[in-house]
């Protein structure tokens, strides 16, 4: 199946790939089932089955195969909207990388995230970076091997935005051509083209996102202790999911190791002309701290 | 009886305090500024008569109150499982 967000491969020739996603049969049940929700079966070793009705059903194992079957056209964009989404964030935890809910973009040959829920402008900040020449790693998830021996790296994920039409005119991009989310959403996917970072970068700070109604309440805070503790497991994607894998342990693990990252709270005030703001005031922050 | 720190416990230092994750499970605590210090004295198992003297004499508190707080923060780390007698 076609895959137009995932740049080709560019390494070495004849290695072998890490995450194998094929069309094919997925079965009704897992087998020893440890968790069993009305889209997901989680099984006694580990593996998941995600079925989104009308979609595709999806099963995830050992955190390198995936096997898609379609319940529509496989070439349609809800079946990735899906595979690249929670799909994508279960074999995470399952390979012992923690996705965050966040937004990720480059800056200083640094990766610096801006985690939130959904609504919160992630999206619409990673566009405004890319829009000002920054690169961008992430625009909804944000993947971490914590345990990297140098410390924590960011792994680029997808070199897209999803951006509602609202947003995109604000923003003054145009829809046309544009590849909706799902079939008949006015949510749509925004290529980056070049401006997708492609290699894996030190996470250097994680910004919680928070909207606040008046300017003069915007801040930028440092989180510490169980604040930040707190913080980033409520940030942590399908953490619900990963927590019925039984990879909570592994979710401290992780967390524990981005405390030596910088952790902040950053409240900034709603509006286009605001957010433009805290682009700017971002990158003072992080291309000031260069080699 | 001694008290040991168990030691499968990640922790990281705050300016004044411990945070300490366990993630065997899932649990996460913060420790104030004398908790952090009663662990810190933790380090080698310690009998709790011992512990009780060196704070009662380094804090310069009465011994009966020191004691009674001690004995109830380790009974908590027991519960915890932050530290086991040994």
């Not at chain 1, 056209?73 to 929670?86: C, I």
């Not at chain 1, 966040?102 to 619409?124: D, H, L, M, N, Y």
């Not at chain 1, 693990?253 to 700017?280: D, E, K, M, N």
Request: glycine share 10%; hydrophobic share 45%; with cysteine.
């Amino acid at each position: 199946m076609p895959l137009p967000e995932l740049p080709p491969w560019r390494g070495a020739e004849g290695g072998t790939p890490e995450i194998e996603v094929r069309l094919g049969n997925v079965p009704d049940q897992l087998p020893d089932i440890i968790h069993r929700g009305p889209i997901l079966q989680i099984g006694g070793d580990g593996s998941c089955r995600y079925n989104m009705a009308g979609v595709a059903c999806f099963l995830i194992e050992g955190g390198r195969r995936i096997t898609v079957r379609p319940h529509m056209a496989a070439d349609a964009p809800d079946v990735r909207l899906f595979l690249l989404g929670s799909v994508f964030g279960l074999l995470c935890h399952q390979r012992g990388w923690l996705p965050l809910h966040a937004c990720c973009v480059e800056i200083g040959g640094r990766a610096i995230a801006f985690a939130g829920p959904s609504g919160i402008g992630k999206s619409t900040l990673a566009a405004s970076f890319v829009r000002q020449g920054y690169r961008l790693l992430a625009d909804d998830v944000t993947v971490i091997d914590a345990h990297a021996p140098g410390g924590p790296l960011v792994i680029p994920a997808i070199g897209r935005i999803k951006l509602w039409r609202d947003t995109l005119d604000a923003l003054k991009i145009s829809a046309d051509g544009l590849e909706p989310c799902r079939n008949r959403m006015e949510k749509f996917q925004v290529p980056v083209g070049g401006r997708f970072q492609l290699t894996r970068l030190p996470l250097t700070a994680i910004h919680l996102l928070d909207r606040v109604s008046d300017e003069r309440q915007a801040e930028l805070l440092p989180l510490v202790g169980l604040q930040a503790v707190e913080t980033l497991l409520g940030a942590v994607y399908r953490r619900q999911a990963g927590e019925r894998m039984g990879k909570r342990p592994q979710m401290l693990r992780a967390i524990h190791r981005l405390l030596t990252v910088p952790i902040l709270a950053l409240r900034y005030a709603q509006g286009l002309s605001h957010l433009q703001q805290t682009v700017y005031r971002m990158a003072a922050r992080y291309e000031g701290r260069g080699e | 009886m001694l008290v040991c720190r168990r030691e499968t416990l990640l922790t990281a230092d705050l300016a004044d305090r411990m945070l300490m994750m366990d993630p065997d499970n899932g649990l996460y605590f913060e420790l104030d500024t004398i908790g952090t210090d009663i662990w810190r004295r933790l380090a080698t198992p310690v009998p709790v008569a011992h512990l009780v003297a060196d704070l009662t004499r380094d804090y310069d508190a009465p011994r009966a109150e020191v004691e009674r707080d001690v004995l109830a923060l380790l009974h908590d780390m027991v519960a915890y499982g932050l530290v086991t007698a040994c």
